[in-house]
């Protein structure tokens, strides 16, 4: 029997997020099968609010209180009327709002572990993963079939690296690394330890692989940030994972074959065939499917030198 779950991870509230915004991609009929219909089945829109409020305001709303530690307690059950109030209003509200809840999960212990918390991801998990589970099946062969008509030319522009276009752009690039580090650095400053993994995401996905990371000093604050949240260095690792799937993905539902290409040469860069990491065996059977379409078009030799 599977143990009961207490709280909500952080890693499946972001997940989550990432399939919803896919989800909003693939169409109305989707939307509604893999999260409208599970919340009426559910009952939800019997917890009709009472508020005059859009879902929109009562987004406002609740996010003004969720700065006031005095409101806190009272965060997961207007997520639950938030959402009650939008499954009457539209699936795009619908869809907003349940990011919302998703985000304040990520953001506050008190949240993830509420009653009203627990019974959204009941909710919500089960269909979400069944959609990514679809998505990801179909992703391999429109993937596949979007690479195979590549030419030559194409597939070599998605491996180039990021040129820059003489010195201004190298000045613009540095103070904007520097810019994001010092961010970093901030929030780490007051303890902001979901605002620290959101910038660090952000650097380490754009910037691991140019000349203007600081390995060293990123390692060194993983480090320090560990010892005041044990696992922090996890969860990145985790979050990492996640946002370059969903990147992914996205490139791939676009028919941005080049944004897709990328993402998995990042995703190989920043885990190094580590098969543990979050999404590990999707993203290789895509890495694969590429370089099985690169030796067919006799390229392997261009690209190294071009790398």
């Known amino acids: 029997m599977a143990e009961k779950r207490t709280s909500i991870p952080s890693d499946l509230a972001q997940e989550l997020v990432k399939i919803i915004r896919l989800l909003a991609m693939s169409g109305k009929k989707n939307f ?5 219909d599970p919340f009426i089945y559910a009952g939800w829109e019997k917890e009709k609010s009472h508020s005059a409020l859009a879902a929109s305001k009562m987004i406002d709303k609740i996010q003004e209180d969720s700065n006031n530690p005095s409101y806190l307690h009272t965060i997961p059950h207007q997520c639950k009327r938030l959402i009650s109030q939008a499954i009457i209003e539209s699936l795009s509200a ?46 391999e062969k429109l993937f596949e079939d979007s690479i195979k008509n590549f030419s030559k030319e194409e597939l070599k522009s998605a491996f180039e690296p990021v040129k820059l276009d003489g010195t201004r752009q190298k000045v613009y690039l540095d103070t904007e690394v ?20 959101k910038l660090l995401s952000r650097y380490i996905i754009n910037y691991s692989d140019s000349e203007t990371y600081s390995e060293q000093e990123v390692e060194n604050l993983l480090d320090a940030l560990g010892k005041r949240e044990v696992g922090f ?68 030799k261009e690209l190294r030198k071009g790398v």
Not at 104 to 119: D, K, N, Y
Not at 182 to 193: F, G, H, M, R, T
Not at 273 to 298: C, F, H, M, V, W
Request: hydrophobic share 35%.
């Open 233 to 300: 260095k996890e969860t990145l690792r985790d979050s990492l994972a996640i946002e370059l799937y969903f990147s992914i993905t996205k490139g791939i539902l676009e028919g941005n074959a080049k944004k897709a290409i990328q993402g998995i040469r990042k995703y190989a860069h920043i885990f190094e065939g580590d098969p543990n990491t979050k999404y590990y065996y999707e993203i290789d059977s895509l890495e694969r499917k590429l370089y099985g379409i690169i030796q067919a078009k006799d390229l392997m």
């Open 32 to 36: 509604k099968k893999y999260l409208y």
């Open 178 to 197: 520097h810019t994001l580090y010092q961010q970093i650095l901030s929030a780490a400053k007051v303890n902001n330890l979901v605002r620290c993994k």
């Open 94 to 139: 619908l869809g907003d709002s349940c990011i919302f809840f998703l985000e304040r999960i990520q953001e506050t212990g008190s949240v993830a572990v509420s009653p009203e918390a627990l019974e959204f991801i009941a909710v919500l998990e089960k269909p979400l993963k069944e959609f990514e589970k679809v998505t990801s099946s179909n992703n």
